[in-house]
């Protein structure tokens, strides 16, 4: 076995000895997966003033066959990304010390904006140094301490974008998201005096999405009211305001990328479904015709039933579903494909979405299940909310917790299907905890100054641009 190994590493070596002159690489055996046998290859680049590297590159390779290993068979794919490359296609060789060092920018970055260094995986997210930074141009705000628990990811590099942004596009975001409440201010100032009373600032939040309770509503209003006058001005709120705005974009951020993937894994269920599906039904329409003895193009339902199980196909809940969908009537099987294939189909996207499932959508749900004493799937939404206030691996600003209570679907009876949920909640909560998005969270001024003259926008106007923020 030892010498099927290094054949194995000589092999890796020789190859990525072709990527780079810059940087030192060393390859060791993890273990055998459904992939193959799993090598890991890691760059670094010590120096002499940095003899122990500040970062480094994994690189995972994958062999079936250590008897006979070749580049041929051998894939690969670079730390913190699906997809798997072949040897000499989808990267060309000449690009592989840029793709290097494009990972090793990515993490130096979450070094000196996190500064958390090399010790990511013993911290937390966010620690003192953080906060001060997060703070320093709101002094005046109230402190919060913002946690989520690096066990809660899927990767140390999760909280990074893939793509850089450029500080020309977060001067413009900020611009645009300063700009927008004070739209939404003057919409709710119609005298155009500059100042709003309590129950006008409880109107400015509901056209900002913001649905508070009644307790809620005035302990936030009497913290921003710190003249005790009764009246706000655009100062006294432009730093929650603008908080709430930038709550909504990291939503609107998660849900565009989860509506992505859920569009990914509908293309692949329907790629799976294409040719065995179409083979099921041909057997299908066969059996049918033998029991369709009058030949009328129908069979009763009982008879359909029993052709669907017998193909060994369908699960007992999808031939249940299907036979909810055709009723009791006599079925025309040479056009009940389509009823067959939304059924399978759907429930295929439903099995590989909880196939995908993160660690944060599961800690979640277990989190969530505490609350639901009779097994029903459903809890209140104040259970929901206070269980995520106390979580001790979660620690959220009060802005976000009421963006999430406003955002989160509740039947008439304030029931939410924590199950449907989850999923949802833990992209936006990692999008709270974005890197670029708390940087540009930090940078949000509290005394804002914008144009005062800017054409008023109507609210259907300011409604639309609410939900396209961060999408």
């Known amino acids: 076995m030892t010498d099927l190994l290094e054949r194995s590493i000589h092999l890796i070596n020789n190859f990525v000895s072709q990527w780079t002159k810059k940087y030192l690489y060393y390859t060791s055996y993890i273990e055998e997966t459904t992939s193959g046998h799993t090598f890991m290859t890691v760059f670094s680049l010590p120096t002499p003033s940095n003899p122990i590297p500040v970062a480094t590159v994994k690189v995972y390779f994958y062999i079936p066959d250590l008897t006979d290993p070749s580049e041929k068979t051998m894939s690969f794919r670079f730390e913190n990304d699906s997809l798997i490359h072949l040897v000499n296609r989808t990267i060309r060789i000449s690009q592989m010390e840029k793709w290097i060092e494009t990972i090793l920018a990515r993490k130096d970055r979450t070094c000196r904006i996190m500064f958390l260094g090399t010790e990511f995986e013993q911290t937390r997210i966010i620690n003192k140094r953080m906060d001060e930074v997060l703070y320093e141009k709101q002094p005046e705000q109230e402190k919060e301490n913002l946690v989520i628990q690096p066990e809660l990811l899927e990767h140390d590099q999760e909280l990074v974008n893939q793509f850089t942004i450029t500080e020309e596009e977060k001067i413009r975001e900020i611009k645009m998201l300063t700009e927008l409440l004070y739209q939404c201010f003057r919409q709710i100032d119609k005298d155009d005096m500059g100042v709003i009373s309590h129950e006008e600032g409880g109107q400015l939040f509901l056209l900002m999405g913001l649905h508070l309770g009644k307790h809620q509503l005035e302990d936030t209003l009497n913290r921003l009211d710190v003249s005790r006058t009764g009246i706000l001005q655009f100062k006294d709120i432009s730093s929650f305001g603008i908080e709430i705005l930038h709550s909504i974009y990291c939503q609107n951020q998660a849900l565009k990328e989860l509506r992505e993937k859920e569009e990914e894994s509908r293309f692949e269920a329907q790629w799976m479904l294409s040719t065995d599906l179409r083979n099921v039904y041909k057997k299908i329409v066969e059996q049918c015709k033998l029991k369709d003895e009058d030949e009328i193009h129908s069979v009763n339902s009982n008879v359909f039933q029993q052709i669907l199980e017998e193909q060994q196909f369908f699960t007992e809940d999808e031939i249940k579903q299907i036979m909810e969908i055709i009723g009791q009537k006599d079925v025309e099987y040479q056009t009940s494909d389509k009823v067959l294939e939304e059924t399978i189909f759907e429930n295929l996207v439903k099995g590989l979405l909880e196939a995908q499932r993160s660690k944060m959508e599961v800690f979640l749900l277990e989190h969530f299940r505490r609350q639901d004493k009779d097994n029903t799937g459903l809890i209140k939404i104040n259970e929901l909310m206070i ?44 999008k709270f905890f974005n890197i670029d998005l708390m940087e540009q969270r930090s940078r949000l001024p509290q005394h804002t100054k914008i144009d005062a003259y800017i054409p008023l926008k109507t609210p259907e106007q300011i409604q639309e641009q609410i939900k396209k923020v961060g999408s």
């Open 387 to 430: 269980a995520l206030k106390n979580c001790e691996k979660i620690k959220l600003s009060k802005v976000q917790l009421y963006s999430l209570q406003s955002y989160i679907k509740r039947n008439d009876k304030d029931l939410v299907n924590y199950k449907q949920e989850a999923r949802k909640i833990g992209a936006i909560i990692k």
